[in-house]
């Protein structure tokens, strides 16, 4: 049994076809790197699967239950174990970073408060013991918006490691991060892997993923083009593979549409 599996997965946003009938599997304890030009469909693709958008068409399993898209969200996601890393800063930046962690599922006391001193000291150790965070000026009550995009990229990353998730989605952040951030989302996939988890990772830079990962799929304009096992290609044909498309996709704008 796969850990995911989605079949025929089409996505509408009113005239534009963001995906066209894909189909996408993962297995337990596997790392695939999920690669494609500017509007692909790679997130689209991802958050279909993490609760954020419905599906248009099509049908997903996530560790063998089938979804049900009216009542699928978010929070249920989480509750399967999906836990997302999104490309824009989902996170809400004038909130402190403790809350931010706990978004949507504080540490409640019997009487379904938050547990404020709970969540502070356990935002602390997430630093400490995942992030990395030390001294620096950075604490629990820090607003979101004073750190920096990498910063922000390892909180949500503290967040999935927290919640143990069995499925960590990396959506690339646009703007570059730094060598040293780069470094820790690699090293974070290593952990997830080794501790027996599953991972999609989004990224433009194939030097990044390629070490990192098992299998990748290559979408292009909402469509799956190409699979490979990381053991049957080379970092430089992958490369290759993708500027072949990139061409081929340029030619095609370029092309009228025929009459005949
Ligand atoms: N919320 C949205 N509303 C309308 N169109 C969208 C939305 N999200 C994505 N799209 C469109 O869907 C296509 C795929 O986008 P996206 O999944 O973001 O691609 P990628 O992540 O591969 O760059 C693009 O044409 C994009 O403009
Ligand atoms: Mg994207």
Known sequence: MSLVEMNNIHKRFGEVVALRGVDFELDDNEVVGLIGDNGAGKSTLIKILSGVFPLTEGEFYVKGQRINPNRYSVREAHGLGIETVYQERALGVKQSLWRNVFLGRQPANRLGFINVKEARQETETIMRDFLGFTGGGVS???KIRTLSGGERQGVAIGRAMYFEADLVVLDEPTNALSVKEVGKVLNFIRQVKERGKSCVYISHTIANIYPVSDRFVI??????VGEYERKSISESE??????????KAEQESRTPPRDD
């Open 140 to 142: 629990p009550d820090s």
């Open 219 to 224: 979408l292009d304009r909402g469509a799956v």
């Open 238 to 247: 992958l490369v290759d593979v993708l500027t072949h498309h990139a061409v």
